[in-house]
């Protein structure tokens, strides 16, 4: 099973509004990520967890927050976005990771959460 | 730094046309090179892999050969579907390399026509 779970599927929010994503896999992976995803262009890395930990801030702004409660559980706390902000969120998560945070084996990707930002 | 190239589209094929889709990488390390599928509205779904040179990898009748001597590891099939429309991206992973991650191409858009 390399399923990764990601709710909600669809969501609209103000630019006042606060939201969560969240993602979870059961395969037993030590690495989760999420990624921004905007129209026509490839995935863009915002956060690495390796054994629960922040390993890896790709300089996001800091109205967007992760957490991770356990070693299945990935969040993605929202607060002020702006409309430029409207994209595709992706999570992920792989076997292993080196210590840096550097993933060194397969991504598993989610279905993902579309994101629109009024 | 690492890199990934890969032909833009959109592509437009009749069913059961042959399919190439090309992609060549910068690395500086010893990366292992994926094939990733996105169906329209859907996330990212793993083709196929492959991690080390003249490794083959397949899935669904696609197949791609990890090239190190050309740096490529083109996407074939010999008779698409209809049902193989998609963006499709390759990508890398240095696993020796500062980078680490993965490093996506642009994507390429196939269109399958009945």
């Known amino acids: 099973d390399t399923e990764v779970t990601q709710t909600p599927k669809h969501l609209v929010m103000g630019m006042t509004n606060k939201k969560s994503l969240k993602c979870e896999q059961h395969?037993?992976?030590?690495?989760m990520y999420w990624y921004k995803q905007k129209a026509k262009k490839p995935p863009e890395l915002m956060f690495v967890?390796?054994?629960?930990?922040?390993?890896i801030n790709e300089s996001v702004p800091s109205r967007f927050s992760p957490e991770c409660p356990n070693s299945s559980l990935l969040n993605l706390h929202l607060h002020a976005l702006q409309p430029e902000d409207s994209a595709l969120y992706l999570c992920?998560?792989?076997?292993?990771?080196?210590?840096?945070?550097?993933?060194?084996?397969?991504?598993?990707f989610g279905p993902g959460t579309r994101l629109t930002v009024l | 730094g690492n890199s990934v190239t890969q032909m833009e589209g959109p592509v437009t094929l009749s069913e059961e046309a042959f399919l190439t889709i090309n992609c060549t990488y910068t690395?500086?390390?010893?990366?292992?090179l994926f094939w990733y599928v996105q169906y329209p509205g859907e996330g990212l779904q793993l083709l196929l892999k492959?991690?080390?040179?003249?490794d083959k990898g397949s899935n669904k009748g696609f197949e791609a050969t990890y090239r190190k001597e050309t740096t490529s590891f083109h996407l074939e099939k010999g008779s698409v579907q209809v049902s193989d429309s998609a963006v499709y991206f390759c990508?890398?992973?240095?696993?020796?390399?500062?980078?680490?991650?993965?490093?996506f191409g642009k994507g390429t858009k196939l269109s399958v026509k009945p």
């Open positions: 990508a890398l992973s240095d696993r020796g390399g500062s980078q680490g991650n993965l490093i």
């Open positions: 395969m037993g992976h030590r690495a």
């Open positions: 492959a991690t080390k040179a003249d």
């Open positions: 967890y390796s054994y629960e930990k922040l390993s």
């Open positions: 992920a998560s792989s076997q292993d990771v080196r210590e840096d945070g550097r993933s060194t084996d397969t991504q598993y």
């Open positions: 690395a500086t390390g010893y990366p292992s």
